[in-house]
Structures are given as C-alpha cells and as structure tokens.
Nanobody
Framework: EVQLQASGGGLVQAGGSLRLSCAAAGFTFDDYAIGWFRQAPGKEREGVSCISTRDETTFYADSVRGRFTISRDNSKNTVYLEMGSLKPEDTAVYYC??????????????WGKGTLVTVSS
C-alpha cells in the first residue's frame, strides 16, 4: 500500500520560508515521481511541483517557479519542498502525491494527507 505523509506546514510571515517533507512507504520509491499539490480555501487543487525518478527532472507551476525548490533523498524515501519568499496567496493545504515513473499533474492515483501552510501578510 502506497503511504505518503506530508509534514512541515505551519504559520509564517510573508517573505519567510518553510520546508515541507513527504515521507513515503509501501512502494519502491526509486520507481515513482513525487509531486506536490495545494488547495487554497475556495479554490481548485493546483499542481505545484514534481520531481521525476532517476534523472530527477523537476517541474514547477509558474506561480512558484524561482521561489520553491523540490528535491528527493532516495536513501530516506523522502521528498522535500523548500518554499521561499512566501506570499499570502501560497496559503493552502499542501499534499504530496506519487505517480509511477513520470511526473504528471493529471490522473494522480496516490495522495497523502495534507499539511497546512498559512502565510500572514
């Protein structure tokens, strides 16, 4: 069973930074691309970032490119999302997701529980 646990959310002031972690279990981590979605109050879920498997190609939504950095530590079965220059519009519940082999923001099968990020102005 694929298990994904996001952590690291919290309250931060605008301009600040946070690091989210996604700990994975129950599958061969190296074979899965891992991504992050977020959902702000009253808005649709949005794909934020993804990192592929062996070549670790990264993808970012335009709204976060240049401010967020995704990375993975295969020895720890963990993916990180470093979030900098945070804005109030980054406030959302952040979810990590897993997809076999390739990064995609469509048709995701495996979702973890979210972690709340709140950015105050």
């Amino acid at each position: 069973e694929v298990q994904l646990q996001a952590s690291g959310g919290g309250l931060v002031q605008a301009g600040g930074s946070l690091r989210l972690s996604c700990a994975a279990a129950g599958f061969t981590f190296d074979d899965y691309a891992i991504g992050w979605f977020r959902q702000a109050p009253g808005k649709e879920r949005e794909g934020v970032s993804c990192i592929s498997t062996r070549d670790e190609t990264t993808f970012y939504a335009d709204s976060v490119r240049g401010r967020f950095t995704i990375s993975r530590d295969n020895s720890k079965n963990t993916v990180y999302l470093e979030m900098g220059s945070l804005k109030p519009e980054d406030t959302a519940v952040y979810y990590c997701v897993a997809n076999e082999m390739i990064c995609t923001f469509v048709g995701i099968k495996h979702w973890g529980k979210g972690t709340l990020v709140t950015v105050s102005s």
